[in-house]
Each structure stands twice: as structure tokens, then as C-alpha cells.
């Protein structure tokens, strides 16, 4: 069992930045990919990125655009998301998920098993 923690979130202006931390626990995760995901209320579920554990590989939604960068300290088992230039579509709850490498199809939640709780991102036009 994998314990995800999240915590960043908040409200910010249009074009502002805000550090989404996702603290995890519960297994060695070289074998695993960890990815962000948001939703918005009345809205499916998003990929936003994912990274490999082992080896760092990152993957990236379309809309990012050049605005995110995830990354990872391998020593305090923490995963990041740097969010740049926040447009009030990014508005959303963030989680932070965790997936056995071997079965992630990149862009997708599909085989992803463990969730965060959330935290929330409120940007104001």
C-alpha cells in the first residue's frame, strides 16, 4: 500500500506559480511512475504529468504547454509539480497518483492504484 499526501495548493491570480508537493510512503518506488491528475467539479478526471521513479522519464499533457515541470527526490520519496503562467482553466483539484511501471499507458489513469486525498487550486482571472 502506497500513502499519498498532497499539499501546495491554493489561490492565486492568473499567471501566477504556485509548488504542488506530494509526499509518498509505504514501498520502494524504482519500479513505479507517479503521476499528477486533476478534476474539476462536474468534469472527468485529467492527466497532467507523470514521471518515472527509476531513471526520472517525465511525460506531459498537451495543455501544459511548457508551464509544468514534475519532478522527484528519490531520497524523501516526494513528488513535485512547478506550475507556471496559471490560467483559471488549471483551476482544479490536484491529486498525485502511483502506478507499477510495467502497466501505465503515459497520458492516461488507467493501472494507477494508489490516490492522494487532493488539494485544491483556485486561480482568479
Known amino acids: 500500500h502506497v500513502d499519498l499526501v498532497e499539499s501546495g495548493g491554493g489561490l492565486v491570480q492568473a499567471g501566477g506559480s504556485l509548488r504542488l508537493s506530494c509526499a509518498a510512503s509505504g514501498h520502494d518506488f524504482s519500479l513505479y511512475t507517479m503521476g499528477w491528475f486533476r478534476q474539476a467539479p462536474g468534469k472527468e478526471r485529467e492527466f497532467v504529468a507523470a514521471?518515472?521513479?527509476?531513471?526520472?522519464?517525465?511525460f506531459y499533457a498537451d495543455f501544459v504547454k511548457g508551464r509544468f515541470t514534475i519532478s522527484r527526490d528519490n531520497v524523501k520519496n516526494t513528488l513535485y509539480l512547478q506550475m507556471s503562467d496559471l490560467q483559471p482553466e488549471d483551476a482544479a483539484e490536484y491529486h498525485c497518483?502511483?502506478?507499477?511501471?510495467?502497466?501505465?499507458?503515459?497520458?492516461?489513469?488507467?493501472?494507477?492504484?494508489?490516490w492522494g486525498q487532493g488539494t485544491q487550486v483556485t486561480v482568479s482571472s
Open positions: 514521471i518515472r521513479w527509476g531513471g526520472g522519464k517525465t
Open positions: 497518483a502511483a502506478a507499477a511501471s510495467r502497466t501505465v499507458i503515459p497520458g492516461t489513469a488507467l493501472n494507477y492504484r494508489s
